[in-house]
């Protein structure tokens, strides 16, 4: 039984339903326009971010940036993050993971960061772990109407299959958050969604959490829904 359906006006009407587990899941209708995508990450350097990183870390032992690549090492823990607060967006987000090990496999996009600068924050994170790509965490006190009741630590699991790709090649993390709804898509597979967030604004970061990985953009579409 289908369990959301969210339109966003963009020049074009984005139509998705979100798919109940035992259903196939939707591919993401391409855009037909992105005359208003934003380019958070300008390939060279990290203008536009600013970094928390836990025990007061040196964030320049663990983010880079070479060859137009973003390059986290995993450790310690911490994030990178936007200097500007967002609401009701698209964002896209193009990454892989430069390896795994146990228990070095890790890393998550956050959304609707909520200051002060901890690790962790209160947000909404869009789970990077290796085999577990798309599962949603509820942070820091924040709560959605599926996660009411089940602990900080339990996620949202990701629906269907995974989409991950193998370790070495790319994958795109397309996220929709709108009012107080986070639809989140790996690979053009819609794979999880929330509502009645109690968070729909804030800072976007992406985790250092053990995962050596690497991010080649990051595009901000704004909403109007």
Same mark, same amino acid.
């Given at each position: @039984?289908?369990? /959301?359906?969210?339109?966003?006006? =963009?020049?074009?009407? *984005?139509?998705?339903?979100?798919?109940?587990?035992?259903?196939?899941?939707?591919? =993401?209708?391409?855009?037909?326009?992105?005359?208003?995508?934003? !380019? *958070? /990450? &300008?390939?060279?350097?990290?203008?536009?971010?600013?970094?928390? @990183?836990?025990?007061?870390?040196?964030?320049?032992?663990?983010?880079?940036?070479?060859?137009?690549?973003? #390059?986290?090492?995993?450790?310690?823990?911490?994030?990178?993050?936007?200097?500007?607060?967002?609401?009701?967006?698209?964002?896209?987000?193009?990454?892989?993971?430069?390896?795994?090990?146990?228990? !070095?496999?890790?890393?998550?996009?956050?959304? #609707? @960061?909520? =200051?002060?600068?901890?690790?962790?924050?209160?947000?909404?994170?869009?789970?990077?772990?290796?085999?577990?790509?798309?599962?949603?965490?509820?942070?820091?006190?924040?709560?959605?109407?599926?996660?009411?009741? @089940?602990?900080?630590?339990?996620?949202?699991? /990701?629906?269907?299959?995974?989409?991950?790709?193998?370790?070495?090649?790319?994958?795109?993390?397309?996220?929709?958050?709108? #009012? &107080?709804?986070?639809?989140?898509?790996?690979?053009?597979?819609?794979?999880?969604?929330?509502?009645?967030?109690?968070? &729909?604004?804030?800072?976007?970061?992406?985790?250092?959490?053990?995962?050596?990985?690497?991010?080649?953009?990051?595009?901000?579409?704004?909403?109007?829904?």
């Amino acid at each position: @039984m289908r369990s /959301f359906l969210c339109q966003v006006s =963009l020049a074009l009407t *984005l139509a998705v339903s979100a798919a109940a587990q035992d259903e196939p899941l939707p591919t =993401l209708p391409p855009p037909s326009t992105r005359d208003t995508q934003v !380019a *958070l /990450f &300008n390939r060279k350097d990290f203008t536009g971010f600013t970094f928390c @990183m836990l025990n007061g870390a040196d964030p320049a032992q663990t983010w880079t940036v070479t060859n137009g690549l973003i #390059h986290c090492t995993g450790t310690p823990d911490g994030y990178l993050r936007t200097t500007q607060s967002y609401s009701n967006y698209w964002l896209t987000v193009e990454w892989r993971f430069v390896k795994v090990a146990p228990g !070095a496999d890790n890393t998550g996009i956050l959304l #609707h @960061m909520q =200051l002060p600068d901890k690790v962790w924050p209160r947000c909404i994170q869009v789970q990077g772990k290796h085999d577990h790509v798309g599962d949603l965490f509820l942070m820091g006190g924040a709560e959605s109407k599926e996660h009411l009741g @089940m602990g900080e630590d339990t996620p949202l699991p /990701f629906r269907g299959q995974s989409r991950e790709k193998p370790v070495g090649e790319w994958n795109t993390a397309e996220t929709i958050c709108i #009012h &107080n709804t986070v639809v989140s898509f790996i690979n053009g597979y819609c794979v999880n969604e929330t509502t009645e967030t109690t968070l &729909n604004d804030g800072y976007i970061g992406f985790q250092s959490e053990g995962g050596d990985i690497e991010i080649r953009s990051i595009y901000f579409t704004p909403l109007k829904y």
